[in-house]
């Protein structure tokens, strides 16, 4: 069955680092999430992505942030500048139509010290 | 945005059927309702979804109040592995389906 996959499953980082994210979503789906999970809470809708570009965003995804889909495989998340308060968890999801389920991969674990 | 409010946790036996509440006041007509699970240490695993019209899939069955201000999750015979938090989301269409979470039930299943 195919599956959402993410890399790493844990990074740690210096504050002020640039982190990327990646995800391989499912191969024949056309849009793309990023979601996070701070410890103990719910989980927050950051950024869609479809046919190339940003779709949707939310407040969170402010200039730090940014998304590219490089090679038709891959999609990443760009964190410029971490702070602590971005330590999180990140899942990447994908799905073939927007209102369809919605697949989601295990997750990154982000720790910014 | 529309919300949702989920009770903080409910227990249920092993094998006995299991009904997750969730009210969702304001929301619009265009707005469909999700369920999404999370197991722990794993990510969200979509559940079922609708509009109007109760809806059942392999995992479970939805029930939608007439005035869609409500609804309820189903699962007919709940085993251990079905133990994770439980997310009632709205997905808006004039935000592009963007789901919208809340806190979730967490649900614990008794042996």
């Known amino acids: 069955e195919p599956e959402v996959t993410q890399t790493p499953s844990h990074q740690v980082t210096q504050m002020g680092q640039e982190v990327i994210l990646r995800c391989v979503p499912i191969?024949?789906?056309?849009?793309f999430y990023w979601y996070r999970q701070i410890l103990g809470q719910k989980v927050e809708f950051l950024v869609s992505?479809?046919?190339?570009?940003?779709?949707?965003k939310s407040e969170i995804f402010d200039d730090q942030f940014s998304v590219e889909r490089p090679d038709g495989s891959n999609f990443t998340l760009k964190i410029r500048s971490t702070k602590l308060e971005d330590s999180a968890m990140y899942f990447c999801a994908s799905t073939s139509g927007r209102n369809n389920e919605q697949f989601f991969g295990p997750g990154t674990r982000l720790t910014v010290l | 945005d529309a919300k949702t409010t989920q009770p903080n946790s409910m227990e249920s036996n092993e094998e006995e059927p299991v009904h997750l509440p969730c009210n969702h006041s304001t929301i619009s007509g265009t707005d469909y309702i999700h369920w999404y699970r999370q197991l722990p240490s794993q990510g969200p695993e979509y559940v079922i979804h609708g509009l109007t019209s109760n809806v059942n899939n392999r995992m479970a069955s939805l029930a939608i109040a007439e005035d869609r201000k409500s609804s309820t999750l189903i699962l007919h015979r709940a085993t251990l592995r079905d133990a994770a938090v439980y997310y009632c989301?709205?997905?808006?269409?004039?935000?592009?389906?963007?789901?919208?979470w809340g806190a979730g039930t967490k649900l614990i299943i008794k042996p």
């Open positions: 191969s024949n789906h056309l849009y």
């Open positions: 989301i709205l997905s808006p269409m004039d935000s592009n389906y963007q789901l919208i």
């Open positions: 992505f479809y046919n190339n570009e940003i779709s949707e």
